[in-house]
């Protein structure tokens, strides 16, 4: 499998920005979809935002507008883009496969996103 490493994340404060990064191993085309998710303590780990092969992009309702997800090919690289942040967006970020295409068996470390004045 890819190994996905994680990186970006901070303090921040409400309607600030962060760029998270998630570096692959391999390319990151060998995948139909890229994904963002986030956890937050007490609740259920949530897909944030998704890009395919073809450049398809998904994102959840809660961060529509907000978010953007971009990827770097030559780099074997994925991005989220964080704008307007507010404190509800505190949560580690992970990045994985699409597990609405294919089976997440892993999870890495993750990166700690937390947005606070």
């Known amino acids: 499998q890819v190994h996905l490493v994680e990186s970006g994340g901070g303090l921040v404060q409400p309607g600030g920005s962060l760029r998270l990064s998630c570096a692959a191993s391999?390319?990151?085309?060998?995948?139909?979809?890229m994904a963002w998710y986030r956890q937050a303590p007490g609740m259920q780990r949530e897909l944030v935002a998704a890009?395919?092969?073809?450049?398809?992009?998904n994102y959840a309702d809660s961060v529509r507008g907000r978010f953007t997800i971009s990827r770097d090919a030559a780099e074997n690289t994925v991005y989220l883009q964080m704008n307007s942040l507010k404190p509800e967006d505190t949560a580690v970020y992970y990045c994985?496969?699409?597990?609405?295409?294919?089976?997440?068996?892993?999870w890495g470390q993750g990166t700690q996103v937390t947005v606070s004045s």
């Open positions: 890009i395919t092969r073809g450049s398809k992009r």
């Open positions: 994985n496969l699409d597990e609405r295409f294919e089976p997440v068996t892993s």
């Open positions: 391999e390319s990151i085309f060998r995948s139909d979809s």
